[in-house]
């Protein structure tokens, strides 16, 4: 059967638990087909679920697939292929399920831990196990990633089994993809996996914005942006030597950054060579409850600044082809301000009480509920307040 090359043989260990999902783009829980802490890749690769999620997108059932995929966002970015039942281990894994991070950003809800020194003898245990079938799956591996749910650099055991990486496969048919914040891509930390130099290898640096202030806060760090420019320069470095093959910069369009997103760019094109702009939509979460983080969604047509950002949205340096905007230059879903929207019976006191309880509940917390009675989706797109 042909389905979805993202679910034909990918795999992303991507939190502490040892979930494994077969598509970051897939609504949750669906998209997790296994567990690496009671589970093996053979297992997991063939799951009941697994093959129940190729199925229906063999048979041209997208249904669960959320809006924001980017295979889907775009023309022929959504690749079709023969689904193999004999590979037992992904060619395609993307390491990501150490939490760590040196950022807070607002708009992320995930809760990281940030010291990987001390790690809970818990959580050793877990990972020690997590970390010991991912190393049995490596050599089959024929494209690898780091990240993309914490930082990088701040993942010791990521770091280490990438500097272990050594295919079985010929090094022309391997490529790798690392996804940072940039922060701490500089010369010494890029020497622990040099290794991956020798393969095909692309780099997504994602980046808040330049402006000393809004950087902080949406980065949630006191280092100054000076120390990211530097360490986009060294990635420049390498990517003009050719041991990056790919150079990826992005960021999170929002309330914050708008106004500075044409300068932003390009400086990404022009200073820093990027061979490719992604212009990420914010997806509702975060750090806030719902009546704050509203206001960080500047593509809704209810915001008060929606109109400069349609406006700033038409400067030509979006149109050059390097640019992919995925939706982010698109009106977003999310209507009007929590505080004048109520689709809640209030009539019981269930109603009446979750009403003023999901306003100040953590964003977390708040909609994990919603989630089980069907009041938001995967993205955080609420149907009913």
């Not at 079985?168 to 290794?195: Q, R």
């Not at 290898?201 to 914005?209: A, R």
């Not at 990420?280 to 750090?287: A, K, M, N, S, T």
Request: include cysteine; proline fraction near 5%; aromatic fraction near 12%.
């Amino acid at each position: 059967m042909k389905t979805c090359s993202k679910l034909a043989s990918f795999a992303q260990a991507f939190n502490a638990e040892g979930d494994v999902r077969i598509c970051g783009w897939f609504k949750h829980p669906e998209t997790i087909i296994g567990n690496l802490v009671k589970n093996e890749f053979p297992e997991i690769m063939h799951s009941t679920q697994a093959m129940k999620i190729r199925n229906m997108v063999a048979n041209g059932d997208f249904s669960m697939c959320c809006n924001t995929c980017p295979f889907l966002a775009e023309d022929g970015r959504l690749q079709m292929v023969d689904y193999n039942d004999k590979l037992d281990y992904p060619e395609e894994l993307s390491i990501s399920f150490e939490q760590y991070c040196n950022y807070k950003c607002t708009c992320c809800e995930s809760n990281f831990q940030h010291d990987a020194c001390n790690e809970l003898a818990k959580i050793k245990e877990r990972y020690d196990i997590i970390e010991s079938r991912i190393r049995d799956a490596l050599p089959y591996v024929k494209h690898l990633g780091g990240h993309g749910t914490a930082e990088l650099f701040c993942s010791p055991r990521t770091l280490k089994l990438l500097s272990e990486w050594n295919p079985k496969a010929p090094k022309e048919e391997c490529d790798v993809f690392l996804e940072t914040n940039g922060s701490l891509f500089n010369e010494k930390n890029w020497g622990k996996i040099e290794n991956l130099g020798d393969y095909h290898l692309g780099v997504c640096i994602t980046v808040m914005s330049f402006n000393e202030i809004v950087y902080q806060n949406l980065s949630g760090t006191s280092m100054p942006v000076s120390n990211l420019e530097e360490c986009l320069k060294f990635v420049r470095s390498l990517r003009d030597k050719g041991i990056i093959n790919y150079l990826e910069l992005a960021t999170v369009v929002q309330e914050a950054n708008y106004l500075e997103l044409p300068e932003m760019t390009k400086r990404f094109l022009d200073e820093f060579g990027a061979d490719c702009v992604r212009l990420r939509p914010i997806f509702p979460g975060g750090i806030y409850d719902r009546n704050i983080q509203w206001f960080f969604d500047v593509r809704n047509p209810n915001h008060p600044y929606y109109s400069m950002y349609k406006k700033v949205m038409e400067n030509k340096i979006f149109e050059d082809e390097r640019v992919f905007k995925w939706r982010g230059d698109l009106d977003s879903p999310l209507g009007p301000h929590p505080v004048y929207t109520t689709d809640w019976h209030v009539n019981s006191w269930k109603g009446f009480t979750w009403k003023h309880l999901r306003n100040i509940l953590p964003m977390g917390i708040s909609r994990k509920i919603e989630m089980s009675y069907g009041q938001v989706d995967k993205n955080g797109v609420r149907h009913k307040f």
